[in-house]
């Protein structure tokens, strides 16, 4: 059976929340990597929502979902934010190879 994909693009509060779990998704993965470091981040707004302590046993998710929803932000900060965290996580990477 074939199966075919196509792209939709979400309004309102769906796409708000898709674009907040893939921020999610890129902070957990920076958190939880081998070179993870709170201190060399470069964004402050990203340190406001990262852990002091990161490690493969972090489980913060949920939290900083409850915190991501409070915060209220709108989608170009969400943009940024993930943008940072996938630039952070490079810099993480480079640091544990390098």
């Known amino acids: 059976m074939l199966r075919r994909f196509s792209s939709t693009t979400h309004k309102g509060s769906a796409a708000r929340h898709d674009e ?9 993965r920076l958190v939880r ?3 993870y470091e709170r201190d060399k981040i470069v964004s402050a ?4 929502y990262l852990p002091n302590i990161g490690g493969t ?4 998710e949920a939290s900083l979902r409850q915190d991501l ?3 209220r932000l709108d ?4 943009a940024y934010l993930t943008a940072s965290a996938g630039g952070e996580l ?7 190879v390098g």
Do not use: V
Not at 20 to 28: H, V
């Open 33 to 35: 990597h081998s070179g």
């Open 57 to 60: 046993a972090w489980a913060g």
């Open 45 to 48: 707004l990203l340190k406001q």
């Open 75 to 78: 989608a170009r900060t969400i």
């Open 20 to 28: 907040t779990e893939d921020l999610i998704l890129g902070i957990r």
């Open 69 to 71: 929803k409070a915060a």
């Open 90 to 96: 490079q810099m993480a990477h480079e640091r544990s």
